[in-house]
Structure formats: C-alpha cells, structure tokens
C-alpha cells in the first residue's frame, strides 16, 4: 500500500487540550501542496503519538515513538540544511544570484507538539531551499536533472516524516489495542473497561 495514497488520510476529529496558532509563508508550489494535503493530518498523528499514546501505554513504550520521530525529523532537517549549504555555496562560488520567493501562500495551523512544531519549521527550511536550487538552475548554475533530483529530494524529506508518522502511529495504534483487548478478555463480564475516545 502507498502510505501517501488519499485514502490513507483520516477524517480528523476535533481535539482538546492546548494548542499554539502559527502561520507559515511558503513559495513553493508542490511544498505548499504537501502542507495543504498532509500537514494538519501529520499533526494529529504526532499529538497522539506525544500526548495520548504515553498516557495510555505508560511508562513502558512513553517515549519510544516519539524519540523515534525526534530522532527521524531531525535527520530530515540536516538533509535540508546540507542542501541550503551546498546550494549557497555554489551561488557564492559562480558569482550569482539566491534569487528572491515568487507570490507567498499564508498557511495557518495549530501546533499541539514539538515534533508538530518542527515539522513546520522543515516546511519553511525546505521552502529556502528549493527557492537556492532554483536561482541556481534559473542562471544555468544546475543543469535540469540535477534540479530535478536535488529538489524531488527536498520535497522527500517533508514527505517521508507523513510517512513515518504514519507507520509510527499505527504501532501505537496497535499496542493500544492490544494492551486494551488484554484487559477486557481479563475482566469479568459486566466489568470490562469501556474503549476511550482516543484520537486514533
């Protein structure tokens, strides 16, 4: 199965508990359409790994997941911050242009986590760098392939935290399904634990 397929997104319940308002300004058309398609479902994954899976699970699998994901976004950011180097480095070397970001597309979100929080700042990292990777290509200093390669991979860091969000939210889905049908087998008919409304 396609972890970026249509019909993998869910219908996203409202949530309860705190939320931070941010905005984002990106020029990048397939980023923005990244950021309009996935990004307020990559958030909801990222608060029910962060928040409500450790407080059902305990303190058995609390931080595994999440230190997973902390670990992976991470990863991502330095492939784009290495490829914002790499690109001001060969404008600074040819002498030209970085190149300035076309119409701005404002996108609001609510921010429920840290790892929420810094897959936006990837967005807006990413943004920077494909905007270098272009005034690079436009002024003949990156040949068409290699723009294309080195901005298909941008597009695949963002890309790659929806699909390991994805993959990490469904262990967890799985664990708590498991940990949940393990109690009610255990208890007494007419003593089972009803299932909480948890954003899975």
Known sequence: MNHHEDDAR??????????????V????????????????????????????????????????????????????????????????????ANGLQEGEPGA???LD????????????????RADLAIRLLDALWVQGGLTDSG????TRAVHGAALGILGETRRAHARCRHRIEVQYLGREAAAPTGARPKPSAHPS
């Not at 994954?45 to 595994?64: D, T």
């Not at 979100?109 to 807006?124: C, G, M, V």
């Open 25 to 92: 300004l990106l020029s990048n058309p397939r980023l923005i359409g990244i950021w309009r398609k996935h990004f307020d479902e990559t958030s909801w994954r990222l608060y029910a790994i962060s928040v409500f899976a450790p407080h059902v699970l305990g303190h058995r699998y609390a931080l595994e997941e999440p230190r997973y994901l902390k670990a992976y976004v991470q990863q991502q950011a330095r492939k784009v911050e290495n490829m914002i180097g790499w690109a001001r480095k060969q404008l600074e």
């Open 104 to 106: 701005l597309e404002h």
């Open 109 to 124: 979100t609510d921010i429920r986590s840290p790892l929420a929080n810094a897959y936006a700042d990837l967005f807006i």
């Open 147 to 150: 723009h294309q390669e080195r």
């Open 10 to 23: 869910p219908s996203i319940p409202p949530l309860r508990g705190t939320r931070i308002s941010r905005s």
